[in-house]
């Protein structure tokens, strides 16, 4: 076997048991339904070299790992400027649906775009004629790093939509301050929508590796994104990727992440490794308890800290 899919199966399988000590998100109803002892991991360089260990081919829903490819598109629909006029770039130290720091931010508008407020902020900066497009954006942008189809778990979707009341009242808020714009119940859809898109963790991994490489898909050669949009992209997983946890997993992995409560989380070691991590049993403040366990000890064995 080789070596580093060696290392990597070593490092998933010791860190199986802390998926005990966590729990499936359940305040998405559909998401309950997980199993809790699942856990798989990839690392994918840029000559696309695939390594896998444990429950790779599992699907799961991206949730907020969705959050970074909706900002590549409304920067590139739009520009950094414009983007920022409306979110913040500051980590909040609080839980990603926390909607407390909205009215009291002066002007009023989401702190960053990783927390659920300012993502859905973000989805209504997304052009399209009307929603279905906007939405096939996303999945096309994900699709051609992927290089094959993702779907849409409309089990996920539809449970977040029937109970999404925090992010619609944070929705609602951003609307009459004047950071939305475009028709709320549309806006929130959308992010639904895109929160719901599934993939492997080897699709994650290849998502990782355009933003290792700088803007250009290791699969296809082809530039997707400006290198500056995955500069910011990389600061914002440091600095808020993690949610308020991310001070620790910078001491702890230091490397750029991206984590959603389906269990995911996007790892980027500049100009190395695109790493996708799957395990749905989360910790209190909604990261992947073991794949952060598995991160961990991955940046100890290869000194990969960007710091
Ligand atoms: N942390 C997450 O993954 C949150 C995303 C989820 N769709 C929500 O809005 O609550």
């Known amino acids: 076997m080789r070596e580093l899919e060696k290392l990597l199966t070593n490092i998933t399988e010791k860190n199986k048991e802390y998926c005990k000590e966590g729990k499936v998100a359940s305040y998405i109803p559909a998401l309950a339904r997980q199993k809790f002892d699942m856990l798989g991991a990839v690392i994918v360089d840029l000559d696309n070299n695939i390594y896998s260990a444990g429950d790779v081919n599992e699907k799961f829903t991206l949730q907020s790992v969705s959050k970074i490819f909706t900002l590549m598109i409304a920067i590139m629909d739009n520009s950094v400027e414009e983007v920022f006029s409306k979110v913040g770039m500051e980590p909040t130290g609080d839980p ?31 052009k399209g004629k009307d929603n279905e497009e906007r939405y096939n954006r996303v999945v ?5 790093v992927i290089g094959e189809p993702v779907t849409l778990n409309e089990a996920v979707y539809l449970s977040e939509k029937a109970t999404g009341d925090r992010n619609r009242a944070a929705a609602y808020f951003m609307k009459d301050v004047g950071v939305i714009e475009e028709d709320v119940e549309e806006v929130l859809d959308l992010y639904f929508k895109h929160c719901s898109i599934e ?10 590796a ?7 898909c290791p699969t296809t050669g082809e530039r997707v994104v400006p290198k500056e949009v995955t500069q910011l992209c990389k600061s914002f997983m440091i600095t808020c990727g993690m949610y308020n ?23 980027v070691v500049p100009n190395k490794y695109g790493i996708g991590v799957w395990g749905p049993a989360l910790d209190a403040k909604g990261n992947s308890i073991a794949g952060i366990k598995v991160l961990e000890d991955l940046s100890k064995e290869l000194d990969l800290s960007i710091f």
Not at 210 to 216: D, F, K, S, T
Not at 249 to 259: D, E, H, L, R, T
């Open 140 to 144: 096309d942008f994900i699709e051609s």
């Open 199 to 208: 993939v492997d963790c080897i699709g994650l991994a290849k998502l990782g």
């Open 245 to 267: 946890s991310s001070g620790e997993f910078a001491i702890k992995v230091g490397i750029p992440a991206k984590s959603g409560v389906g269990g995911g989380i996007m790892a």
């Open 210 to 216: 355009i933003l290792a490489n700088q803007g250009i």
């Open 96 to 126: 990603f649906n926390s909607i407390v720091k909205l009215e009291t931010m002066n002007p009023s508008k989401p702190l960053n775009p990783m927390i659920n407020a300012g993502a859905i902020a973000i989805s209504s900066m997304i």
